[in-house]
């Protein structure tokens, strides 16, 4: 599949010489910079999945109500 996206040309610039460098193509480096953030946005969805407000809150619950700097030591 043939898709047209619009990039930055410093981003494009800085991917040119990647691939140049490994000797791969440009279409490459972005098909990998692509597949890598996917894959980010998986874990960090399975992350978010595996996570439990009410234990958050009871966390949050516990941390002081002090503005900031206040009985940290500064």
Not at 12 to 18: G, L, M, V
Not at 22 to 47: G, K, N, P, Y
Request: hydrophobic share 45%.
């Amino acid at each position: 599949m043939i898709v047209s996206v619009e990039v930055p040309k410093d981003i494009y610039d800085r991917a040119s010489e990647i691939a140049q460098s490994q000797r791969i193509s440009v279409a490459d480096v972005f098909a990998a910079a692509c597949t890598e953030h996917i894959a980010a946005w998986e874990r960090l969805e399975l992350r978010a999945q595996r996570g439990d407000r009410a234990k958050f809150l009871d966390v949050l619950a516990k941390v002081p109500d002090v503005a900031p700097g206040e009985g940290n030591g500064h």
